[in-house]
Every structure is written in structure tokens, then in C-alpha cells.
């Protein structure tokens, strides 16, 4: 049995939409292993949607506020996991030109397992606090309804929580999570991609871009992380393809602001937001502009993609 408790609870801010942040410290005492998660809180009274989200490589639970504070304000409870051993510590305090080594090292077995184990740990703890009075999560969480989404080694652990195969034909997916979001998936590496993800029954959105390659890999093809959409069954699936998109492009790292598009954030929000609410509010109204070769107010251009199946 997973024991947990949180040790750490800071309230940092309430933005001009009125939406709480909280950081959190969480203690995995079977594992050994604390993590911090930072909360998004929308207003209004009643339970809401959840919406988790994991990190890349090198990350933490700071990153991508633009979407947290977006989301919260759409009415969906934002919780952003930071991945002890895979996070921004295994590169601040290395020498610069041992960074890129300490983050392949980091992208390991090892590390994706934790990930795929710290998903459930964070819903167990989510669903300990729905009916603890003294929690700011009291009654404000609508746990029949969760969303997982990440970026990079975060897109790869949500793959893994989708039902993923291994090598072995085992999966590890949670049944809890409902709906999917992997900017900068992962195509497989091992074994035809149809079966590999052949339990991907679950609605996804797929989202990369033409130039969106690795920071870590200098020899996968941007190209193969559109397998992902194409390999997968049939039924309430999307994708995105940006025309100019990097890596970087989902993410708010300063690293590479300069090279950033303007439009791209503004146009992973709009869509990102329709997604959430077909599929964790059943809005029949988003369902359909999604599928619509038409998507209005989603800031995309000529040369970009949106498909369906």
C-alpha cells in the first residue's frame, strides 16, 4: 500500500483571473521519494475536472504556467508534477559542458519508471484531500473526470500511462485517467507501432512541429513523433503539426524565447482548452470544432496540420 502525506503547503499567489497557486511537497514513504506539485485553483464553488501535467526532461513543476494558469481559468483544476531524478536539479548545479551529458544520463529506465509510478502516487494523494476538510482540494475536485498531458520525457510518461506496451506486451496504464494531451510524442522504438499502441482507445491529442527534434538526440527524426497519431486506433484522435515548431516550441523555457513563435503558445492554448472540455466536460459544441478543418480562434497559419480519426 502507498502511504503518503503531504510536508509542505504554500499558497504563492492569486492572479487577476482568480486563480490560486499552491505548491505542495509530497512524501512517498514506500518509495522513499518526495516531489513537489504545483496547483493551479480555479475559482467558483464545485467540484472540477483534473488536469495533470508532467514535465520534460529537466523540467519542474514551475514550468509551463502558461498553460496551468490557462487551464485553471477554463475551470479545470491544474496540478503540474515535478520528477524527482529526471527534473531541473540533475542539470543546475553541473558544469555547463556537462549539462547535455547529465541530462542523457537522466533520461534513463530507471527515470521513466519513477514517472510512471509517481501518476498514480499524485491521484492517490488527490484523492485522499477531496474529503479532508482541512484541505484547500475539499470538495473542489472531480476526480471521475482526470486528464494527463506532458511534454517530451513528460509526453513519453503519458504515453506509458495510456497503456503503452512494453517490450514484453505488458502495459501500465491507470483507468483513472481519461483523456490524453502528448506534445512531442514518442514513436516506439521497438516493435510495429500499431501494436505497440494498440490500447490507446483513450481520446489524445497529439501535438509537435516539422523541426521539433531532440535537444538530447541529435539523430531522431522530427518526423517520427507523427507516428504516434498514425499507429493509433481509430476514434477521437487529433493532431497538430506546427510548420515551424522546435522542440522547445511547447514549453516556456527561456533557452530558446528568441527562436519562439508568438502564435504557437496562443494556438496550444485554444486547442488544448476545446480538447479538455469535449472530452472531461462532454461539450458536444468543442467535439465538433474539433473535428472541423476550421478551427476558429486557434491562431493557426498556412503550412500547419490538423487532422482527426
Given at each position: 500500500?502507498?502511504?503518503?502525506?503531504?510536508?509542505?503547503?504554500?499558497?504563492?499567489?492569486?492572479?487577476?483571473?482568480?486563480?490560486?497557486?499552491?505548491?505542495?511537497?509530497?512524501?512517498?514513504?514506500?518509495?522513499?521519494?518526495?516531489?513537489?506539485?504545483?496547483?493551479?485553483?480555479?475559482?467558483?464553488?464545485?467540484?472540477?475536472?483534473?488536469?495533470?501535467?508532467?514535465?520534460?526532461?529537466?523540467?519542474?513543476?514551475?514550468?509551463?504556467?502558461?498553460?496551468?494558469?490557462?487551464?485553471?481559468?477554463?475551470?479545470?483544476?491544474?496540478?503540474?508534477?515535478?520528477?524527482?531524478?529526471s527534473?531541473?536539479?540533475?542539470?543546475?548545479?553541473?558544469?555547463?559542458?556537462?549539462?547535455?551529458?547529465?541530462?542523457?544520463?537522466a533520461?534513463?529506465?530507471?527515470?521513466?519508471?519513477?514517472?510512471m509510478?509517481?501518476?498514480?502516487?499524485?491521484?492517490?494523494?488527490?484523492?485522499?484531500?477531496?474529503?479532508?476538510?482541512?484541505?484547500?482540494?475539499?470538495?473542489?475536485?472531480?476526480?471521475?473526470?482526470?486528464?494527463?498531458?506532458?511534454?517530451?520525457?513528460?509526453?513519453?510518461?503519458?504515453?506509458?500511462?495510456?497503456?503503452?506496451?512494453?517490450?514484453?506486451?505488458?502495459?501500465?496504464?491507470?483507468?483513472?485517467i481519461?483523456?490524453?494531451?502528448l506534445?512531442?510524442?514518442?514513436?516506439?522504438?521497438?516493435?510495429?507501432?500499431?501494436?505497440?499502441?494498440?490500447?490507446?482507445?483513450?481520446?489524445?491529442?497529439?501535438?509537435?512541429?516539422?523541426?521539433?527534434?531532440?535537444p538530447?538526440?541529435?539523430?531522431?527524426?522530427?518526423?517520427?513523433?507523427q507516428?504516434?497519431?498514425?499507429?493509433?486506433?481509430?476514434?477521437?484522435?487529433?493532431?497538430?503539426?506546427?510548420?515551424?515548431?522546435?522542440?522547445?516550441?511547447?514549453?516556456?523555457?527561456?533557452?530558446?524565447?528568441?527562436?519562439?513563435?508568438?502564435?504557437?503558445?496562443?494556438?496550444?492554448?485554444?486547442?488544448?482548452?476545446?480538447?479538455?472540455?469535449?472530452?472531461?466536460?462532454?461539450?458536444?459544441?468543442?467535439?465538433?470544432?474539433?473535428?472541423?478543418?476550421?478551427?476558429?480562434?486557434?491562431?493557426?497559419?498556412?503550412?500547419?496540420?490538423?487532422?482527426?480519426?
Amino acid at each position: 500500500m502507498i502511504r503518503f502525506f503531504f510536508i509542505l503547503s504554500t499558497a504563492l499567489s492569486i492572479s487577476a483571473a482568480a486563480v490560486e497557486i499552491r505548491d505542495f511537497e509530497l512524501r512517498d514513504e514506500d518509495r522513499d521519494r518526495s516531489m513537489m506539485i504545483r496547483a493551479y485553483l480555479p475559482e467558483g464553488e464545485g467540484a472540477k475536472p483534473v488536469v495533470l501535467f508532467s514535465h520534460g526532461l529537466g523540467g519542474s513543476h514551475k514550468g509551463n504556467a502558461y498553460l496551468g494558469n490557462a487551464w485553471a481559468e477554463s475551470g479545470f483544476v491544474s496540478v503540474f508534477l515535478q520528477h524527482p531524478g529526471s527534473d531541473a536539479e540533475v542539470w543546475k548545479h553541473v558544469p555547463r559542458l556537462q549539462r547535455m551529458q547529465a541530462l542523457r544520463d537522466a533520461a534513463s529506465l530507471e527515470q521513466a519508471l519513477a514517472r510512471m509510478r509517481d501518476v498514480p502516487f499524485v491521484i492517490d494523494w488527490l484523492e485522499s484531500q477531496v474529503a479532508d476538510t482541512s484541505s484547500p482540494f475539499y470538495e473542489q475536485l472531480d476526480l471521475e473526470h482526470i486528464g494527463l498531458s506532458g511534454h517530451s520525457f513528460g509526453a513519453a510518461t503519458s504515453q506509458a500511462m495510456a497503456g503503452q506496451k512494453t517490450p514484453r506486451g505488458k502495459s501500465f496504464g491507470d483507468e483513472r485517467i481519461d483523456a490524453f494531451i502528448l506534445m512531442s510524442p514518442s514513436a516506439s522504438k521497438w516493435g510495429k507501432g500499431t501494436e505497440v499502441f494498440s490500447n490507446f482507445t483513450k481520446p489524445m491529442l497529439f501535438m509537435t512541429g516539422e523541426l521539433d527534434g531532440s535537444p538530447i538526440d541529435a539523430g531522431l527524426d522530427p518526423a517520427s513523433r507523427q507516428e504516434v497519431f498514425h499507429d493509433s486506433p481509430d476514434g477521437d484522435k487529433f493532431q497538430l503539426v506546427f510548420s515551424d515548431a522546435e522542440h522547445l516550441a511547447f514549453s516556456d523555457s527561456a533557452w530558446r524565447d528568441d527562436a519562439r513563435n508568438p502564435r504557437h503558445h496562443p494556438a496550444i492554448v485554444s486547442l488544448t482548452e476545446l480538447f479538455w472540455k469535449a472530452y472531461l466536460l462532454d461539450d458536444a459544441s468543442a467535439k465538433a470544432v474539433l473535428q472541423s478543418s476550421e478551427i476558429s480562434d486557434a491562431h493557426l497559419e498556412e503550412g500547419d496540420t490538423w487532422e482527426w480519426k
